[in-house]
C-alpha cells in the first residue's frame, strides 16, 4: 500500500511563494504519473500540475508560467513550488500518484496540505 504525505501548506500574502513536497512511502521508480491536485470547497477536485515517469510536465492554464513541478527519483518526492500566488489559488492540495504493479494500475492520493493566499 503505497502511503503519500503532503507537508509545506500555509497561509501567506497574495504575490507570494510555497514549496509544497509529497513523500512517498516507497521508491517512486515504478510510479508512472504524479502530480497536485487541488480542491475548495463545494467544487471537484481539478487538476494542477502532473509530472511523468520521464519528467513530461502538464499545467492546468490558471497556473502556468506560475507553479513549477518536479520529481526526485533518489528522494522518492514529488514538489509543487507555487510563485506569484493569487488568492484564487486557495484550496487543500492534494498529492497523487499513478502506480503500476504486477497485476494493476492503481490511483493513490496523499491526505491534503491547506493552501490560503490572503489578498
Known amino acids: 500500500q503505497v502511503q503519500l504525505v503532503e507537508s509545506g501548506g500555509g497561509l501567506v500574502q497574495a504575490g507570494g511563494s510555497l514549496r509544497l513536497s509529497c513523500a512517498a512511502s516507497?521508491?517512486?521508480?515504478?510510479?508512472?504519473?504524479m502530480g497536485w491536485f487541488r480542491q475548495t470547497p463545494g467544487k471537484q477536485r481539478e487538476l494542477v500540475a502532473l509530472?511523468?515517469?520521464?519528467?513530461?510536465?502538464d499545467y492546468t492554464d490558471s497556473v502556468k508560467g506560475r507553479f513549477t513541478i518536479s520529481r526526485d527519483n533518489a528522494k522518492n518526492t514529488a514538489s509543487l513550488h507555487l510563485n506569484s500566488l493569487k488568492p484564487e489559488d486557495t484550496a487543500v492540495y492534494y498529492c497523487?500518484?499513478?502506480?503500476?504493479?504486477?497485476?494493476?494500475?492503481?490511483?493513490?492520493w496523499g491526505q491534503g496540505t491547506q493552501v490560503t493566499v490572503s489578498s
Open positions: 497523487y500518484a499513478n502506480v503500476a504493479s504486477s497485476f494493476s494500475v492503481r490511483d493513490y
Open positions: 516507497e521508491s517512486i521508480l515504478r510510479f508512472n504519473d
Open positions: 509530472i511523468s515517469s520521464n519528467n513530461i510536465t
